[in-house]
């Protein structure tokens, strides 16, 4: 651009009446060239027109806030510090910059900008807000809370401080509280994206998820920019089931950035979901970044991609970084004696309440109240009253926690003096139970309801048997193993019931039922490939599969198809209660087991409903609780070695009947005697553990791991 140009393009700002571009345009003649009388005068004279303008003209200003709306925050500063050359003394300005340094988490620099900024105005309520959202930033709420009052004071309507005071409620856990002011402001202001965001987050961990959906739902609608908004909305969506639905919600947000992770992994999960076997490759593409860079992702969904528990450890750690910061560790000096009672406090995540009663509840109800005071506490929202008095009954008396900050609900628990706090949800919802980066007890002990470690020093020991981390799996937990002799797990045989018949479920009376009840995210090509081969060398055989959804049974369908399979060979149960299940599944032959992570809980439902059950044990723990479920109902002959082995058991079966029946026979004799239906003595063993972890620690002795004979 030639001097000349540079000069005529000022003068017509100027003509324009663009004054503040004009100035900008002399400005930088004059950087380029301090000798240039014409734009040295020209600039003299528009300062002197200038100096009568406080601030710059709405259309700049307009323009200075769509770049910062936009996250454009660097680009707006460095304009906004041009313009600053000009109205040096521009509330407007100074305020912007301090909000510019803000998004862009520049604090001390923010700062001092709002303090220049209210010194020239001090009346200005929305200058006051944006220094409570510095000091929220810097964790100092009480001043946060006195700033975003003092705006109020100012302009009782100021929205901006509205929203910075109901979010620091929010952590001094005053839900309750943040939500009335919430609802006011979304009633004052139904456009305003940000607002409808923050009270979908409230309504979500209050446990009104259908709100918490409508709230995202208009944030995305008002602002398709908030990534944040789709991306917990189509968490929502996943959670219910709706997967078809969330697919969406993750695909824009990675438009918006394709280095998203977090977004990524649920992609790839909802793909699973779907039997849309297009996540492989995609997976592939990806795996060596994800999970590893950026924010943490969820592990449970990780672990359905790839058996590799070196990897998944990796991904654990980096997720729990995020979810547990600092954790405090363990540092409890050695009591000395053991108490007459230990007082153990089982957690868990108020949504998880009834999988763990189905898991747990009948080792809970076991345990030895004269040597162990046994408590449960429930966290967050939604723990449905059924739950509270199943626990209630359980002899286990039930604290809920589902209000109040972190710190106020770690001091609820800490008072009670427990000796041991175990985890019973881990990472199964996609959380974790943050709570345990506090030291609850001198113990933390995690009990699988989620497969895996949990990749933080938060928690010293992991429950486990020989066959689920078998020794050399050390290294793969980030906890010190505890493994109990004759295993991890319980199910109490189902109660006698008359099954309904074949044909009332879409069964052939007189054909083989090959059958799995797994997710859909946990059948692979790998473990189809081999079904449709066993179903086509029993002709009269069929695959009995869960309905997980048009989109998923429609892809699996024509997945058959594609391997010269009768697609109308493969039955789809529609979904029922987990009791009307259990009844229904004596109608299957055998059950056929995932791979890279096992039907855990459909395993050993079938196990108790006298079903046997076929696995292939993998490397990752999750891969090897069927195993561990076979071990102790003492029936190792239905572990295969190799995938070929995993097939040759199951065709053998088909065409033999006197084989199953044998099979058949040996399972309802184990139900009497095998280790794993006998929810008692799950319970002495995990007191046993107890007791081994405890008396280390009264010791003094560091956590190690731990093998009960």
């Known amino acids: 651009m030639t001097p000349a140009y540079s000069l005529s393009q000022a003068e017509q700002f100027e003509r324009?009446?663009?004054?503040?571009?004009?100035?900008?345009?002399?400005?930088g003649i004059l950087s380029r060239n301090p000798r240039n009388t014409r734009a040295q005068s020209a600039l003299e004279g528009l300062r002197k027109r200038l100096d009568t303008q406080t601030d710059p003209s709405p259309v700049h200003q307009a323009g200075l806030e769509a770049a910062l709306a936009e996250g454009r925050h660097f680009e707006a500063a460095e304009s906004c510090g041009a313009l600053l050359k000009t109205f040096r003394e521009s509330h407007f300005l100074w305020d912007f910059l301090g909000r510019c340094h803000l998004s862009a988490g520049h604090l001390d620099n923010a700062a001092t900008c709002l303090n220049k900024a209210a010194g020239l105005n001090p009346r200005a309520a929305g200058t006051y807000a944006a220094m409570g959202r510095v000091k929220t930033a810097r964790g100092e709420l009480d001043n946060a809370m006195a700033l975003f009052d003092k705006a109020l004071s100012l302009s009782a309507g100021c929205l901006q401080a509205v929203h910075g005071k109901a979010e620091v409620l929010i952590q001094q856990g005053r839900s309750r509280k943040a939500a009335v002011m919430l609802r006011k402001a979304v009633a004052q202001?139904?456009?305003?994206?940000?607002?409808?965001?923050?009270?979908?987050?409230?309504?979500?961990?209050?446990?009104?998820?259908?709100?918490a959906k409508e709230h995202y739902s208009r944030a995305v609608r008002l602002n398709p920019a908030l990534t944040e908004a789709q991306y917990q909305l189509g968490l929502l969506l996943k959670a219910e089931g709706a997967f078809a639905a969330a697919l969406p919600c993750f695909d824009k947000v990675l438009k918006a950035n394709p280095a998203d992770d977090r977004a990524r992994t649920q992609r790839l999960h909802v793909l699973a979901e779907l039997c849309d076997w297009k996540w492989l490759p995609e997976y592939s593409d990806h795996r060596r970044q994800l999970g590893l860079r950026g924010s943490g992702c969820d592990p449970s969904a990780l672990m359905l991609m790839e058996d590799n528990p070196d990897l998944l450890r990796a991904r654990a750690q980096a997720n729990a970084g995020d979810l547990f910061g600092a954790a405090e560790l363990n540092s409890t000096p050695p009591a000395g004696q053991r108490p007459d009672r230990l007082r153990i406090g089982y957690f868990f995540a108020a949504?998880?309440?009834?999988?763990?009663?189905?898991q747990h509840g009948a080792m809970l109800a076991a345990h030895d109240r004269t040597r162990f005071d046994i408590r449960a506490y429930a966290?967050?929202?939604?723990?449905?009253?059924?739950?509270?008095?199943a626990f209630a009954?359980?002899?286990?008396?039930?604290?809920?926690?589902?209000?109040?900050?972190?710190?106020?609900?770690?001091?609820?628990?800490k008072a009670d003096r427990l000796d041991a706090a175990v985890d019973l949800s881990g990472y199964s919802g996609g959380g974790a139970l943050?709570?345990?980066?506090?030291?609850?007890?001198?113990?933390?002990?995690?009990?699988?309801?989620?497969?895996?470690?949990?990749?933080?020093?938060?928690?010293?020991?992991?429950?486990?048997?020989?066959?689920?981390?078998?020794?050399?799996s050390e290294r793969y937990h980030s906890e010190h193993l505890l493994r109990l002799a004759g295993g991890f797990q319980a199910a109490a045989p189902a109660a006698p019931s008359a099954a309904p018949d074949r044909a009332a479920c879409g069964l052939p009376e007189a054909s083989f039922v090959f059958c799995s009840f797994a997710s859909g995210s946990r059948i692979t090509p790998l473990e189809f490939d081999i079904w449709m081969r066993l179903l086509q060398g029993a002709p009269d055989s069929v695959l009995w599969l869960r309905?997980?959804?048009?989109?998923?049974?429609?892809?699996?369908?024509?997945?058959?198809?594609?391997?010269?399979?009768?697609?109308?060979?493969?039955?789809?149960?529609?979904?029922?209660?987990?009791?009307?299940h259990r009844v229904r599944l004596p109608l299957a032959d055998l059950f056929l087991d995932s791979f890279t992570v096992n039907a855990t809980a459909d395993a050993r439902d079938a196990l108790a409903a006298g079903v046997p059950v076929l696995t292939l044990p993998g490397r990752q723990f999750a891969a090897r609780t069927s195993a561990s479920l076979l071990h102790s109902?003492?029936?190792?002959?239905?572990?295969?070695?190799?995938?070929?082995?995993?097939?040759?058991?199951?065709?053998?079966?088909?065409p033999d009947s006197n084989a199953r029946t044998a099979l058949r026979g040996k399972l309802r004799s184990r139900q009497q005697t095998a280790a794993l239906f006998s929810p008692e003595r799950l319970a002495r063993q995990v007191e046993r553990a107890f007791d081994a972890a405890c008396e280390r620690q009264l010791q003094g002795l560091a956590p190690g791991h731990i093998d009960l004979e």
């Open 16 to 27: 324009d009446a663009q004054l503040e571009d004009a100035a900008m345009a002399y400005a």
């Open 189 to 211: 202001a139904p456009d305003n994206a940000g607002l409808h965001f923050t009270l979908a987050g409230l309504l979500n961990r209050q446990g009104a998820a259908a709100e």
């Open 351 to 358: 949504g998880d309440a009834a999988s763990v009663l189905e």
């Open 379 to 389: 966290i967050g929202a939604g723990l449905p009253d059924t739950a509270a008095q």
């Open 393 to 413: 009954g359980l002899n286990c008396g039930i604290t809920v926690l589902d209000s109040g900050g972190a710190g106020q609900m770690a001091g609820t628990v």
């Open 434 to 472: 943050q709570l345990f980066a506090a030291r609850l007890a001198p113990l933390h002990i995690a009990f699988p309801g989620y497969p895996g470690t949990l990749g933080t020093a938060a928690y010293d020991y992991l429950i486990s048997d020989a066959a689920a981390c078998p020794p050399g």
């Open 547 to 580: 309905d997980n959804g048009e989109h998923a049974v429609s892809n699996l369908r024509r997945a058959a198809a594609a391997r010269g399979t009768d697609p109308d060979r493969l039955i789809f149960a529609p979904a029922a209660s987990r009791a009307d």
């Open 633 to 654: 109902a003492g029936l190792p002959e239905l572990i295969a070695e190799n995938t070929r082995d995993y097939e040759a058991k199951a065709a053998a079966l088909a």
